[in-house]
Each structure stands twice: as C-alpha cells, then as structure tokens.
Nanobody, 119 residues
Framework: QVQLVESGGGLVQAGGSLRLSCAAS????????MGWFRQAAGKEREFIAR????????YYADSVKGRFTISRDNAKNTVYLQMNSLKPEDTAVYYC????????????WGQGTQVTVSS
C-alpha cells in the first residue's frame, strides 16, 4: 500500500506560480509512475501530467503544456508539479496518483490540495 500526501496549494494571482509537492510512503517510490490530476468544481477529473519511474519520460495534457512541469526526486520519495503562468481556469483541487499494476489505471491517490487562481 502507498500513501500520498499533497501540499503546496493556495491562492495566487493570474500569471503567478505555485509548486505542488506529493510525498509518498509505503512501496518503493522509484518503482512506479506518478501522475497529477485536477478537478474543478462541477467538472470531471482531468489528467494533467505523468512521469515515469526514472523521471526520464514525461507527458502533459495540452491544457498545461509549456506552463507546468512535472518532476520527481526518488531519494526524497516526492513528485512535484511546477505551475507557471497560472490562469483562473487552472483553479481546481489537484491530486497526485501512483500507477504500478496497470498502464491504464492509477492505484493510489492523495487527498488533494486546492489551487485557486484569481483574475
């Protein structure tokens, strides 16, 4: 079992930046893919980014490409999401998730952290 805890959310003005962190415990962190998702009020959960176990491979949703960067530090059991040029439409609860058993299903989820971008 893996426990994931997000932090770093908050209120920021449009154009600003935030860095989210997700600390993992349990199974060996370096053995699984990590992803970030978000869910805005009244909307479905949206994939944001993922990073391979080694950190070599990353993939982004078009909505954040060029503005957000996912990274990981396996020595610290932590994955990050650097968010730049934030827009009001980025307002959502952000979740990190771990993927191990399947390439299409995320097995573990954090509790989420709120990001609010004011215009």
């Amino acid at each position: 079992q893996v426990q994931l805890v997000e932090s770093g959310g908050g209120l920021v003005q449009a154009g600003g930046s935030l860095r989210l962190s997700c600390a993992a415990s349990g199974r060996t962190f370096s053995s699984y893919t990590m992803g970030w998702f978000r869910q805005a009020a009244g909307k479905e959960r949206e994939f944001i980014a993922r990073i391979s176990w080694s950190g070599v491979s990353t993939y982004y949703a078009d909505s954040v490409k060029g503005r957000f960067t996912i990274s990981r530090d396996n020595a610290k059991n932590t994955v990050y999401l650097q968010m730049n040029s934030l827009k009001p439409e980025d307002t959502a609860v952000y979740y990190c998730a771990g993927q191990y058993y399947s390439a299409t299903v995320y097995d573990w989820w954090g509790q989420g952290t709120q990001v609010t971008v004011s215009s």
